[in-house]
């Protein structure tokens, strides 16, 4: 018989989607500030495709863990 590990990810507790929420906008920030002089210039005027896959993919990670949060909260 198998036993099965909790994924953080899968099973996150309150404390890892607060830590991850206020890392992932602190980051999303700090990108858009050093990619742009974000009150010159738009942010969408650039050649940053790499920076916005790089920003939509930590923005869906962000999104899986707190679904995954309030999935297993409301299950619980």
Do not use: C, R
């Amino acid at each position: 018989m198998k036993t099965q590990h909790k994924n953080w990810m899968d099973n996150p507790s309150m404390t890892q989607v607060s830590i991850y929420t206020i890392a992932w906008f602190i980051s999303l920030v700090l990108i858009v500030l050093s990619v742009t002089n974000l009150f010159t210039e738009s942010f969408f005027k650039g050649n940053g495709m790499i920076i916005y896959i790089l920003i939509v993919g930590a923005t869906g990670a962000t999104l899986k863990l707190n679904y995954s949060y309030w999935k297993n909260k409301v299950k619980a």
